[in-house]
C-alpha cells in the first residue's frame, strides 16, 4: 500500500453532474458566465446560486475574467457537492505548445480543492470537448499532473468521462503508470 501523500485516482464513465465529491471541476470560459458542454450542465442542474456567486466574483476580483489555467471556487448551488472549483483550460493549438496552461488547471484545481479541506474531487476531461484538445494527450497530461501532486487533505480524484472514447484513453494513460 502506497504511504505518499499522493490522492487515489479513479475513472468514471459519466455525467460530472450526477457526483457525489466534495469539489467537481468545471471546464468553465474565462467570462465565468456559462456556456457549453460541462459548464452549460453544472450550471443546468446547479440552479442560479451558481451563476449568481461566479456573476460576483467577476465584479469583484475577475472584471477581465478568469486567466486561462487559474481557478477559483464557488457553491455548489443543488448539486451533491461543498464546492464548485471553475477552471479556464486553453484552447487547443497546433501551433503553438499550451499544455503547460492545461497542467495548471489541474494543479491549480488540486489545490484550491485542498486548501478548502476537499477529500474528493471530480474532475471533466477539460478543454477536450469545444475547446478541442486531442483526447490522448489530454488524458495524459490530467493524469501525469494530478499523480505528481500532494495534494492532501484529498484522498480521491475522480475523472469522469462522459463517452466510451474518453474512458479508454483515460484507462490506457493509467494502465501504463501502474
Ligand atoms: P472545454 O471547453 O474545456 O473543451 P467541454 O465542456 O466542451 O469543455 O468539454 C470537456 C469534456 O467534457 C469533453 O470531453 C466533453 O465530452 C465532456 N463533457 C461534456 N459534458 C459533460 C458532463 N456533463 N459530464 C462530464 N463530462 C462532460
Known sequence: MSTSATPAVHLVRGDITDQSV????NAANSSLLGGGGVDGA????????ILAAC???????????LPTGQAV???AGRLDARWIVHTVGPVF???????ALLASCYRQSLRLAAGLGAKSIAFPAISTGIYGWPMDDGARIAVRT???ERAQPVQEVRFVLFDAHAYVEFEEVLALRG
Not at 456573476?55 to 477581465?64: N, P, V
Open 42 to 49: 453544472i450550471h443546468r442542474r446547479g440552479g442560479p446560486e
Open 146 to 148: 494530478v499523480l505528481a
Open 22 to 25: 466534495d469539489v467537481i471541476v
Open 55 to 65: 456573476r460576483d466574483l467577476r465584479a469583484s476580483r475577475y472584471g477581465k475574467g
Open 73 to 75: 471556487a464557488t457553491t
Open 93 to 99: 493549438s497546433s501551433a503553438q505548445d499550451r499544455s
